[in-house]
């Protein structure tokens, strides 16, 4: 299983950016799909997860600006983020539990896409 990750980039503060994350290889099915993020010098930390039936989970800081979702038709997990803060600054790494055919999951980590927030 392989995890495709893409649209980081600079932004200024205040402005928008979405993220997404495209799962491929041999899935029977997927449950829960999430972001993470790692700013320099930090630890990775929970930005928004979502379940395969829709229910989403926000990290504090999020304050309602992020929106995470889901195309399970293609298995993808977007997050769209808005009234980006500098201290929003990191690399935004998905993660995606896989289920496998014989039971048990095994969670995948993409390889991380870079978001800066500066003027």
């Known amino acids: 299983v392989q995890l495709q990750a893409f649209g980081g980039g600079l932004v200024q503060p205040g402005g928008s950016l979405k993220l997404s994350c495209a799962a491929s290889?041999?899935?029977?099915?997927?449950?829960?799909m999430g972001w993470y993020r790692q700013a320099p010098g930090k630890e990775r930390e929970l930005v928004a997860t979502?379940?395969?039936?829709?229910?989403?989970n926000y990290a504090d800081f999020v304050e309602g600006r992020f929106i995470i979702s889901r195309n399970n038709a293609k298995n993808t997990v977007f997050l769209q983020m808005t009234s980006l803060k500098p201290e929003d600054t990191a690399v935004y790494y998905c993660?995606?539990?896989?289920?496998?055919?014989?039971?048990?999951?095994?969670?995948?980590w993409g390889q991380g896409t870079l978001v800066t927030v500066s003027s």
């Open positions: 993660n995606v539990g896989v289920v496998r055919a014989l039971g048990g999951v095994i969670r995948y």
């Open positions: 290889g041999s899935i029977f099915s997927i449950n829960d």
């Open positions: 979502v379940t395969s039936y829709g229910r989403t």
